[in-house]
């Protein structure tokens, strides 16, 4: 989800946007036209949020859209009601897996090279997003519910809110691409710990601690904290810095003496560049910054690694004889 190889028709509105089982607010709610905070509520009363193919795809359509919308600076991820998502929605089961009945759902005809864990594009979209993402874990989330949220640039969380890596429970294991951030999160021993265990822990525990990098004391109050930080996002900050930032983490190299050859290289592309003129200028005027630099905008030598392609493997026919 870099520069898009194919123009993106902006919406004139994300509230009227039909995206099956979530919703997306404005900030304030009033306005016509998006904002620069806009909330993706998780969004299935009935069912504790819990995720679907259409809640997957909904996401991906959502942060494709952000991405290259010059309007958006910030997105609050939060659920509905007293839970944020209760996971994999169990009714209809695993593709090709166990439903709630324990009976086995008909497998689709598919090779395991070709499957692609719809947890796993919901957190690359989130992850490649040039716009940063604060999670507002108002409630309770396990499985993909909390997997989900590993990229989210923020985590904040009701400290009683129920959290579990549960997979060594449902007999399937840890997905959503959680097993490249958990550990770089909190440590591999207690990722460790909590994925073999596949127990349930509040927020506020000491295992879980580390994940949130604020535990708040009510539902409500870890909503509105979420929303004050993505205001402060919002009006401060450098969309092209943050993301840079957060690509330098996660991107970059294995050693000191490598990390500042790349460091030098980019932060030298960002000298006298309109975000930076800007963010100087603004200090000595006094005045709040208006940064206007986009993914259009990043240094020359970004992207800095390997791209992979996560697309459908090309279906390949059987082969026949040349006898």
């Known amino acids: 989800m870099y520069p898009p190889s194919a123009p993106v028709e902006l919406p004139a509105s994300y509230a009227k946007l039909d995206l099956p089982h979530i919703k997306i607010s404005h900030v304030p709610e009033s306005s016509p036209e998006p904002t620069p905070v806009l909330v993706l509520t998780l969004y299935r009363p009935q069912n504790n949020n819990a995720f679907t193919k259409h809640m997957q795809e909904s996401i991906?359509?959502?942060?494709?859209l952000v991405n290259s919308d010059d309007r958006v600076k910030v997105v609050v991820m939060t659920g509905y009601g007293k839970m944020f998502c209760a996971g994999a929605d169990l009714d209809i089961g695993f593709g090709g897996g166990a439903s709630r009945t324990g009976t086995s759902v008909a497998a689709r005809p598919e090779r395991a090279i070709d499957h692609r864990d719809g947890g796993g594009r919901a957190s690359l979209a989130i992850h490649q997003c040039s716009k940063p993402t604060i999670a507002a874990m108002q409630g309770s989330a396990v499985g993909v519910g909390i997997t989900m949220c590993l990229p989210a640039t923020i985590r904040v969380a009701y400290a009683k809110a129920k959290i579990g890596f549960v997979f060594s429970r449902r007999?399937?294991?840890?997905?959503?691409?959680?097993?490249?951030?958990?550990p770089k999160l909190i440590g591999l021993s207690r990722a460790l710990h909590l994925t073999t265990t596949g127990s349930v822990y509040p927020a506020e525990h000491p295992l879980m601690r580390e994940l949130f990098s604020e535990i708040l004391p009510t539902p409500e109050a870890t909503v509105a904290r979420a929303m004050e930080l993505a205001d402060e996002i919002a009006k401060n900050t450098s969309t092209v810095s943050t993301k840079l930032m957060r690509d330098l983490m996660y991107r970059g190299p294995g050693s000191a003496e490598e990390a500042h050859l790349l460091d030098s290289k980019i932060i030298h592309g960002l000298f006298g560049s309109k975000d930076n003129t800007e963010g100087v200028?603004?200090?000595f005027e006094k005045r709040p910054p208006n940064f206007t630099g986009n993914i259009g905008d990043m240094p020359e030598?970004?992207?800095w690694w390997s791209?992979?392609?996560v697309g459908e493997v090309a279906k390949v026919g059987p082969k026949t004889s040349k006898l």
């Open 171 to 182: 007999g399937i294991i840890m997905e959503a691409c959680s097993h490249y951030f958990l």
């Open 281 to 283: 200028k603004s200090f």
């Open 60 to 64: 991906t359509t959502f942060y494709t």
């Open 301 to 303: 030598h970004w992207p």
């Open 307 to 309: 791209q992979v392609d």
